[in-house]
């Protein structure tokens, strides 16, 4: 009896823990309802304003993703350059940090969520 209330006591630890931060589910949880579930852009108008296809990102860049950009525009950090009506993410992406290095080579504290993000639209590009 008591081996099975303690098995039924480690079920019940393991559901209450949080599932692990992936790039697509923070994508699914934040970006989906406006881009679309498959990154192509929304069809609904914001304020005037249709979410942009983010599978294009490097396409519209000359072929190059471009990180810093897409990353300033989700934490909002550089607002008046990267936003219009989109909200500003940082501070829901805050915690933990980790070490990201940008395309230059520079090393920058970064919240683990946003480096998430980055990765999983790295993988949406389309040429």
């Known amino acids: 009896m008591k ?36 990154a192509r852009g929304g069809s609904v108008p914001i304020d005037g304003v249709v979410a942009p296809d983010l599978t294009l990102l490097a396409k519209n860049n000359g072929g190059v993703y471009p990180a810093v950009y897409v990353m300033s525009t989700i934490d909002g950090y550089d607002r008046e350059r990267t936003h219009g009506v989109m909200p500003v993410f940082g501070g829901l992406l805050e915690e933990p940090i980790e070490t990201w290095v940008d395309p230059d080579g520079v090393a920058t504290p970064t919240p683990r969520a946003l480096i998430l993000l980055n990765e999983y639209l790295t993988g949406q590009q389309v040429e």
């Open 3 to 38: 081996l099975r209330a303690a098995f039924l006591g480690i079920l019940a630890l393991a559901a209450c823990e949080e599932e692990p931060l992936t790039g697509a589910g923070l994508y699914a949880a934040y970006c989906a309802s406006c881009h679309g579930a498959d």
